[in-house]
């Protein structure tokens, strides 16, 4: 597996384990968990609300920068959270959802022994809500490997490949 894809399955993974014993009632269905998605919703016509309540774990952007003029590379992650609800409190279900996924994360900062968490870390809602829809972002920076510019690109690629089979 690539950075990117690793980081975002591992996420996911610590993400599935702080919402394991959260249910909610949500589009009619009762007890229903939260699903975590790796990058995106895989049907994004919408046709069914079946989706709710859930958590986007998406790659938003990798930057490099000089190892010696602060983190090296980095990669920022979006989290989306969403909750479907009637009841005028269902946002209380939206703030529980982020905040059991903030404090997991800030407990265990480092993913596979080899992704940092940087702080600062954001986490916000809207205002305006589209109700009976209630959503919520989160916004973490992980440090990433960085290649040496000096490494012999056949050993790079020898060593993607023989890492793509985790």
Not at 39 to 67: C, G, R
Not at 121 to 126: D, F, G, M, R
Request: proline residues 4%; aromatic residues 10%; charged residues 30%.
């Amino acid at each position: 597996m690539i950075i990117p894809e690793r980081l975002i399955n591992c996420l996911k993974k610590e993400i599935e384990i702080a919402v394991k014993d959260y249910r909610l009632k949500a589009e009619n269905q009762e007890d229903k968990p939260v699903t975590v998605y790796a990058q995106h919703i895989p049907d994004e016509n919408f046709d069914n609300d079946s989706y709710y309540p859930l958590v986007i774990v998406s790659l938003q952007k990798v930057e490099d920068a000089e190892l010696s003029e602060g983190n090296g590379s980095t990669a920022t992650i979006g989290l989306t959270i969403g909750v479907h609800g009637e009841d005028e409190l269902a946002w209380m279900d939206l703030l529980s959802i982020m905040e059991r996924i903030r404090q997991r994360v800030l407990i265990f900062r480092k993913l596979d022994k080899r992704f940092r968490l940087l702080l600062l870390t954001k986490w916000e809602t809207i205002e305006a809500q589209p109700y009976p829809f209630w959503f919520g972002y989160g916004t973490l920076v992980y440090q990433i490997a960085q290649p040496n510019e000096q490494m012999d690109w056949d050993n790079v690629k020898i060593k993607m490949e023989d890492t793509s089979n985790e």
